[in-house]
């Protein structure tokens, strides 16, 4: 097969921990050519998709000690050539958020490419649709009470109810922007100011589960299917398990109760073309869908002794036939 990872700049990202150089070493090492591109190299010529191309080879990562290690020049990069994506049997649309202007209009792009030839994952038609947030929103039976909201009293008038809540900008990522609201703060009406940009822009406003003391889970689905879970647990005075703040990680499994979540929303998924996605759950309850570059592979194939990346790419071989 040959793949093309849009990503951010390779030189960026930790081999060690990013899931993109995981999907990546894995299809390396399965045998099939790897490209890499970025949203900025993306182009229409003649009605179709195209790309600045770059071929990479890896040097996979090992396990030393517990513990991910690389070497210092990890990746090599061949010659860039302009392409169409349609020369590809798998396009993955893995750039970070923000979900911006830049990225909605590479999503229109990539919709051009013709899903006979080429699957592109994940859909970009899904990844318009489903914002991290309130894509949750359609599976209100396994979610926390929660509201979305630019409205000062609003919020405050759910935040009394419910005694505690947890606040999120709608196009945040690893954690960023989340607050911990308290009804009796002294600081609430500015951090609401601030998170809505003075009543502009709504927030999503979540109870607070005391279980997240415990841990945020973070269950990789493909296909609908859960192939693997890593709990996040909250370090020092943190309240936020993310790995990106400082959140600690332990072995997972996945329970009866998340196992449901999972199947609450595969036909949802699977028909909005999200084939590969982050479920965090914290304490039996959904409380974000990731898709546009979820993470976790490498933690969890650290704890577990796997490698969920290969069973990734054998997916996708069956896919592609």
């Known amino acids: 097969?040959?793949?093309?990872?849009?990503?951010?700049?390779?030189?960026?990202?930790?081999?060690?921990?990013?899931?993109?150089?995981?999907?990546?070493?894995s299809a390396w090492l399965l045998g099939h050519g790897v490209w890499v591109t970025g949203i900025n190299n993306l182009s229409v010529i003649g009605g179709k998709a195209w790309a600045t191309l770059t071929p990479v080879e890896i040097t996979p990562v090992r396990l030393?000690?517990?513990?991910?290690?690389?070497?210092k020049d990890w990746y090599r990069l061949g010659e860039s050539k302009l392409m169409p994506l349609e020369e590809m049997d798998i396009v993955w649309m893995r750039k970070d958020p923000p979900v911006n202007t830049p990225y909605l209009y590479a999503t229109y792009i990539l919709d051009l490419i013709y899903a006979e030839t080429t699957k592109v994952i994940n859909s970009p038609a899904g990844l318009r649709n489903a914002n991290e947030k309130l894509y949750t929103l359609a599976f209100t039976e396994v979610m926390p009470l929660t509201i979305v909201s630019q409205d000062k009293n609003t919020i405050r008038e759910f935040?009394?109810?419910?005694?505690?809540?947890?606040?999120?900008?709608?196009?945040?990522?690893?954690?960023?922007?989340?607050?911990?609201?308290?009804?009796?703060?002294?600081n609430f009406n500015s951090m609401i100011e601030i998170s809505t940009k003075w009543g502009q822009e709504p927030v999503m406003v979540q109870t607070y589960l005391p279980a997240a003391a415990q841990g945020d889970k973070r269950i990789i689905v493909l296909n609908g299917e859960p192939i693997g879970a890593v709990n996040r647990v909250p370090t020092g005075k943190e309240f936020r398990g993310n790995m990106a703040v400082g959140g600690r990680v332990e072995k997972a499994h996945i329970t009866p109760r998340e196992l449901e979540i999972c199947e609450t929303l595969a036909p949802r998924l699977r028909a909005d073309g999200l084939y590969f996605v982050g479920l965090d759950v914290i304490g039996g309850y959904l409380t974000e869908v990731n898709v546009t570059s979820p993470t976790g592979i490498r933690e969890i194939d650290r704890l577990n002794d796997t490698s969920l990346g290969k069973q990734v790419i054998q997916w996708l071989e069956k896919e592609a036939v």
């Open 159 to 186: 935040v009394a109810g419910e005694g505690a809540a947890v606040l999120k900008p709608l196009g945040g990522k690893a954690g960023e922007g989340i607050l911990f609201l308290g009804p009796d703060d002294r």
């Open 1 to 25: 097969m040959k793949l093309a990872f849009i990503i951010d700049p390779i030189s960026l990202l930790d081999p060690c921990h990013d899931t993109s150089v995981a999907l990546m070493e």
């Open 64 to 71: 030393e000690e517990n513990r991910t290690v690389s070497v």
